[in-house]
């Protein structure tokens, strides 16, 4: 984008409460469009459901200008559970025996949601174990110190070939390329309110129309290329590339999909 802008972009991060306070930021800034911000499912649907005041609305506050592209995540399992699919899972949850825990990247985060919201779906009890992030709850499957994890791909593909951890699923709607043998949840029959974690672009609400197209056309090209492309598959991702009214209608559907699996896993805002 910043060649075809032909202005320097500068990257500026300001994380706390699961990316609300940069959305807080952008949501102030001048709509000019020179502070755009990358949104998430976060903090465009999620986050009004976990914190009690995140200090801007997701609809009102923001011109969304792209949704980007989609992540899915891997249900795992450690080697030394001995579960090799997903039917062993199953039976082992549905056996009454010891409780399976499973590792999560934290507490309200995408993987975290999503993982509750497959135990919900799956009716299974499963102890969700949160981390201060994915390294270390991927780090604790290897080990075997839990059974079961979720993960995104990138974070798990240079331990599949060794045999420490066995993708049992994805939460994607469609097998993904370079797990073709593993199965998706939907087509196991767990239709899940949400399958994937999806990342945006918005500025500040009240865009000048002709600004919104240019940088509508910018984002396409970037997003149309190979490397970008090639970059977003070697993470288990795809493109979506969305235009800015297709992503305001998307970001309005989202919300009440996050909202649906945090009210299903009993979550409180904080």
């Not at 998430?40 to 980007?68: C, H, R, W």
């Not at 420490?164 to 994805?170: D, G, P, S």
């Not at 235009?243 to 009440?256: C, D, R, T, W």
């Amino acid at each position: 984008m910043s060649n075809d802008l032909g202005q320097t972009i500068i990257v500026e991060n300001k994380p706390g409460v699961g990316g609300s306070l940069g959305a807080k930021f952008l949501s102030q800034a001048a709509p000019d469009g020179y502070t755009l911000g990358v949104t998430t499912n976060g903090t465009m649907a999620a986050n009004k459901f976990l914190y009690k005041d995140i200090g801007y609305d997701p609809e009102s506050d923001f011109d969304q200008l792209a949704v980007m592209f989609a992540v899915p995540y891997m249900i795992i399992a450690s080697e030394s559970s001995g579960l090799k699919s997903f039917e062993d899972l199953m039976k082992r949850a549905e056996g009454g025996g010891e409780k399976l825990s499973m590792a999560n990247g934290g507490y309200g985060t995408a993987v975290h949601l999503m993982a509750e919201s497959f135990t919900n779906a799956a009716q299974i009890e499963v102890s969700h174990i949160p981390y201060k992030g994915e390294a270390p709850a991927v780090t604790d499957v290897l080990g075997g110190h839990a059974p079961l994890g979720i993960s995104s791909y990138s974070s798990i593909a240079q331990h599949i070939p060794t045999g420490k951890v066995t993708v049992l699923a994805v939460t994607s709607k469609d097998r993904l390329t370079m797990l073709p043998d593993v199965p998706t949840l939907s087509e196991l029959g767990y239709d899940l309110p949400v399958k994937e974690a999806w990342f945006g672009l918005a500025a500040p609400k009240g865009l000048d129309p002709k600004v919104t197209e240019r940088i509508e056309k910018s984002i396409s090209t970037s997003l149309n290329s190979a490397a970008v492309n090639e970059k977003v598959s070697t993470i288990g991702g795809r493109v979506i590339n969305s235009n800015a009214a297709e992503s305001k209608a998307f970001v309005k559907s989202e919300i009440p999909r996050w909202g649906q699996v945090i009210q299903q896993a009993n979550i409180k805002p904080n």
